[in-house]
């Protein structure tokens, strides 16, 4: 099913007895279930550049509001990820697949997550009833933050027929810093430090693969010409007794890479996506199965992992601070198992959204 407008949307969700598999561009895993595809509700109704405001229906693929964005010198500051080269998918990525994924980059150290960003959303719940919450400019919100539930809750609430979001000027340079060949315990001492500076980092990496198979920790650093210039200078100075740094401006962009796992694509591995403390980085590293592909971002805050097929990474980590997520790969509930009080919340909350369970089909399936 494919409905072409909110109202057909919702009909459609009253008239359905089953599961539903929800689409947005069809860009991650395909479920067992009725398909409902959201590509029909597409098209930006409002975007207003002086107030970095646009305004746009769910199904809009990403791609024309990148476009929209780069005639204003604009961009999605939280730098969504494209995953389909590393799932093997097709499809165009949709903005309302963006919020409800909370899909964000590396940028989001800096600038925050999908969700800091999304203004305003309309949704049909699990009922068939049309909901809006926020609006169209940045402002505390009364009553229930409905807009921030939304965001990160694949589907699992209700189906986004419209989203309304900020924008931000893009930068005017880029720079890297980068310090080659730090073991991974130093390389989140370095990019701690240099996060903890006043120089206003906007990635913070440590890539342990690269093309002349030596470890690098990339720093990126955004701005005018003159204030990037003047960073990375800073910033050599401070992470000096780290060990070689190298400042370029203008670099060859490191950071699609890390975005999207682009020297991971095509392989046969899982991928799981893990979230901890930065300062825990090297000792759950540590932990992960002999073999696996390691990649850090956000300061460390970000462990990427591609393991063989069938590790159960969440039990060989054991008890941490944080939550692994199977990007890739099947056999193992798809996120974090909740502690019994936090799962009971969220049953609670999805029963108020989809009492007749016809959402069902969310992250944690297989």
Do not use: C
């Not at 899982?270 to 932990?287: G, H, N, Q, T, Y």
């Amino acid at each position: 099913m494919r409905p072409t407008s909110e109202q057909e949307l919702a009909e459609f969700i009253r008239a359905t007895n089953g599961p539903l598999d929800i689409r947005g561009g069809g860009t991650r895993r395909v479920r067992d279930g009725t398909s409902l595809e959201t590509g029909g509700l597409s098209g930006i109704t409002l975007y207003e550049p002086g107030a970095l405001t646009m305004v746009a229906k769910a199904g809009t693929p990403l791609v024309e509001i990148t476009a929209a964005l780069d005639a204003e010198n604009q961009q999605l500051a939280f730098e969504p990820p494209d995953m389909r080269g590393l799932l093997g998918t097709t499809g165009e990525p949709t903005i309302g697949g963006v919020f409800a994924t909370n899909a964000s980059g590396p940028r989001r150290i800096a600038v925050g997550a999908a969700r800091d960003f999304l203004l305003g959303v309309r949704f049909v719940d699990g009922s068939g009833n049309i909901i809006k919450n926020g609006g169209r400019v940045m402002k505390n919100v009364t009553g229930y933050d409905l807009v921030k539930l939304m965001a990160g809750s694949w589907g699992t609430l209700g189906v986004l027929s419209e989203v309304s979001f900020k924008v931000l000027p893009k930068p005017e340079a880029q720079g890297i810093v980068s310090l080659p060949g730090l073991s991974i315990t130093k390389a989140v001492a370095a990019m701690s430090r240099a996060l903890g500076s006043p120089y206003d980092i906007a990635g913070a990496a440590h890539l342990t693969e690269t093309a002349n198979d030596k470890p690098d920790t990339i720093l990126r650093v955004e701005g005018t010409e003159a204030s990037v210039t003047y960073r990375m200078g800073q910033l050599k100075t401070l992470l000096g007794d780290m060990g070689e740094v190298v400042t370029t401006l203008s670099a060859p962009d490191h950071w699609t890479w890390v975005r999207d796992l682009t020297h991971w694509h095509g392989g046969a591995e899982d991928v799981w996506r893990i979230s901890a403390k930065p300062s825990a980085a090297p000792e759950l590293v540590a932990r992960l199965p002999e073999g696996t592909r390691v990649m850090l971002d956000w300061g460390g805050g970000l462990i990427w992992a591609a393991t063989q097929p069938g590790r159960d990474v969440r039990a060989t980590l054991g008890t941490f601070y944080g939550h692994a997520t199977q990007v890739k790969g099947t056999g193992f509930p798809r996120t974090q198992p909740e502690s019994p009080g936090v799962a009971a919340l969220t049953e609670a909350i999805r029963r108020k959204f989809d009492p007749r369970g016809v959402l069902t089909l969310g992250l944690s399936e297989d």
